[in-house]
């Protein structure tokens, strides 16, 4: 895809994100590979009023290259590049279930979304959560190194989720089905819930490569 239709797609995903109520303000971010480098939505932008020529242009090591300043949360975006050579893109939002579950002090560490459908097993898998830092610090990325190779999302304590995927649409799609997840996890607490078994999961990710 070209740089200009790349453009245009981060523009459209992040209005229709924003629009939806996933994420609020000046939070969230999104970063794509392209040819030659990456974009990624700039510093304190909303991403319901993006505009396709001020979005930050990086180099392939990631120095701005022009644009507006880009997100400060790129060590984040980095840590899936580096570490997961298919990722095409990454998004971060600050979605409300999702961030609910990264603020439950019970939350399962190693796996914050039950598998209660088929859809966030082939679309997301596990979901682990990483011990909080500081939005922007380049702390987090020995701890998304350790897991990124085996884990396309991950839940950021306190903060929210963050996807990767092959392509912009594709981790947009994840990080929906996500958030969907998480709502279901959260009203159902207390219920007797079925989840899908380990013969069923493995049936699927026998079937689907779709992270």
Same mark, same amino acid.
């Given at each position: 895809?070209?740089?200009?239709?790349?453009?245009?797609?981060?523009?459209?995903?992040?209005?229709?994100?924003?629009?939806r109520?996933?994420?609020?303000?000046?939070s969230?971010?999104?970063?794509?590979?392209?040819?030659?480098?990456?974009? #990624?939505?700039?510093?304190?932008?909303?991403?319901?009023?993006?505009?396709?020529?001020?979005?930050? %242009?990086?180099?392939?090591?990631?120095?701005?290259?022009?644009?507006?300043?880009?997100?400060?949360?790129?060590?984040?975006?980095?840590?899936?590049?580096?570490?997961?050579?298919?990722t095409?893109?990454?998004?971060?939002?600050?979605?409300?279930?999702?961030?609910?579950?990264?603020?439950?002090?019970?939350?399962?560490? %190693?796996?914050?979304?039950?598998?209660?459908?088929?859809?966030?097993?082939?679309?997301v898998?596990?979901?682990?959560?990483?011990?909080?830092?500081?939005?922007?610090?380049?702390?987090?990325?020995?701890?998304? #190194?350790?897991?990124?190779?085996?884990?396309?999302?991950?839940?950021?304590?306190?903060?929210?989720?963050?996807?990767? #995927?092959?392509?912009?649409?594709?981790?947009?799609?994840?990080?929906?089905?996500?958030?969907?997840?998480?709502?279901?996890?959260?009203?159902?607490?207390?219920? %007797?819930?079925?989840?899908?078994?380990?013969?069923?999961?493995?049936?699927?990710?026998?079937?689907?490569?779709?992270?």
């Open positions: 895809m070209s740089e200009t239709l790349l453009r245009e797609a981060i523009v459209r995903w992040g209005k229709s994100l924003f629009d109520g996933l994420t609020a303000g000046s969230g971010n999104i970063s794509v590979r392209t040819a030659e480098g990456y974009l #990624a939505t700039p510093t304190n932008s909303c991403l319901g009023f993006l505009d396709p020529e001020r979005l930050s %242009k990086l180099d392939s090591d990631g120095r701005h290259l022009s644009g507006d300043a880009p997100t400060k949360e790129l060590p984040l975006h980095f840590s899936f590049y580096e570490k997961r050579p298919q095409g893109a990454v998004v971060h939002l600050h979605s409300t279930y999702a961030t609910a579950l990264s603020c439950l002090a019970d939350t399962d560490p %190693k796996d914050a979304i039950p598998p209660l459908t088929p859809y966030v097993v082939m679309r898998g596990k979901v682990p959560v990483v011990p909080y830092t500081r939005p922007g610090s380049t702390d987090v990325k020995p701890l998304i #190194a350790e897991i990124a190779a085996e884990h396309s999302a991950v839940l950021l304590e306190n903060h929210g989720p963050i996807v990767s #995927a092959a392509t912009l649409d594709s981790a947009v799609f994840a990080i929906e089905e996500l958030e969907e997840a998480a709502k279901l996890s959260i009203i159902t607490r207390g219920m %007797k819930v079925r989840q899908l078994n380990e013969e069923q999961i493995a049936d699927l990710n026998l079937h689907f490569k779709l992270r």
